[in-house]
């Protein structure tokens, strides 16, 4: 998958506050689906319906332990995203190198 | 040339509701209005908006609110080709500060900036007064999709921390 799309991907996944949400919590550690569903005024097939879209996105895996299935979250998606803005710091931290060159320059010759 | 060596990585900003953003600044040796010239005047600005990997650069800006620009940048390395990087100037207030919209037509084929493409991301130029030489600051926001656009009050930067911890 080129990285765009998977970027997407991503913030797809994430323009839902229920997924937010299983998101935040699964930051703080694993979680059976059960858990996951706890806090919300949701059924068990909703929340595993907002999973399966976290899985497709790269979010979070889900492992089965005996009965359970335990849900993990997979943090590469989310830095790949924040890379990908933070590439756009390098972007211009070049062009104002490039600009300073060119005053620099332009300053010597005095032909601003 | 004095920048911390990857000043990006404490400017990321994507805690915002609205913004995902990115934040640069830095002292140039040139008075005001020169370094205001160098980015509204074409025949200037083609001379440094040379971005890696590109070999000649062209401009058209019509520099007023409401005006469009368009850069011409040709690729010399991985796929060569043409890229352009086009917007519109939301705001001109000389010598001062310049607001355009940042996007690109055939972006260069690298991981992620296709993402771009389809999304109007915004650029902030701020230029102040330091005598015989200038502060520039440059914001470049939006960098998101119009789901995460969406978002209100979600502490990406409180989540990130905790994937740190957790990482």
Redesign the interface.
């Known amino acids: 998958m080129?990285?765009?799309a998977s970027?997407?991907a991503t913030?797809?996944a994430?323009?839902d506050?229920t997924r937010?949400a299983i998101?935040?919590k699964l930051?703080?550690?694993d979680a059976s689906v059960g858990e996951l569903a706890e806090p919300f005024d949701v059924s068990l097939p909703a929340i595993s319906k907002h999973l399966t879209v976290l899985e497709r996105a790269g979010l979070v895996e889900r492992t089965k332990e005996g009965r359970t299935r335990r849900c993990r979250?997979v943090?590469e998606p989310?830095?790949?995203a924040?890379e990908?803005?933070?590439?756009?710091?390098?972007?211009?931290?070049?062009?104002?190198?490039?600009?300073?060159?060119?005053?620099?320059e332009?300053?010597r010759g005095r032909n601003? | 040339m004095n920048a911390p060596e990857r000043p990006w990585e404490e400017s990321v900003d994507a805690g915002s509701a609205t913004a995902a953003a990115v934040h640069v600044t830095r002292e140039l040796p040139a008075r005001r209005d020169d370094v205001f010239r160098a980015w509204t005047q074409p025949d200037l600005f083609a001379r440094w908006f040379t971005p890696p990997g590109n070999s000649s650069v062209s401009a058209e800006l019509d520099v007023r609110p409401g005006g469009s620009y368009r850069i011409t940048l040709q690729r010399t390395e991985l796929v060569t080709g043409t890229s352009y990087i086009v917007g519109e100037y939301l705001e001109v207030a000389p010598p001062e500060r310049l607001v355009f919209t940042f996007g690109w037509e055939e972006p260069p084929p690298l991981a992620g900036i296709e993402a771009l493409e389809a999304l109007d991301s915004r650029v902030t130029v701020q230029f102040r007064d330091r005598g015989p030489s200038t502060e520039i600051s440059i914001t470049h926001e939006r960098l998101d999709t119009e789901e995460l656009r969406g978002f209100h009050r979600w502490g990406w930067e409180t989540t990130l921390e905790q994937l740190a911890e957790v990482a």
């Open positions: 080129v990285k765009g970027l997407d913030f797809g994430l323009s506050p937010r998101v935040e930051t703080k550690g979250l943090d989310m830095r790949d924040l990908w803005i933070a590439s756009y710091g390098q972007f211009w931290e070049g062009q104002l190198d490039s600009l300073e060159r060119f005053l620099t332009a300053k601003l």
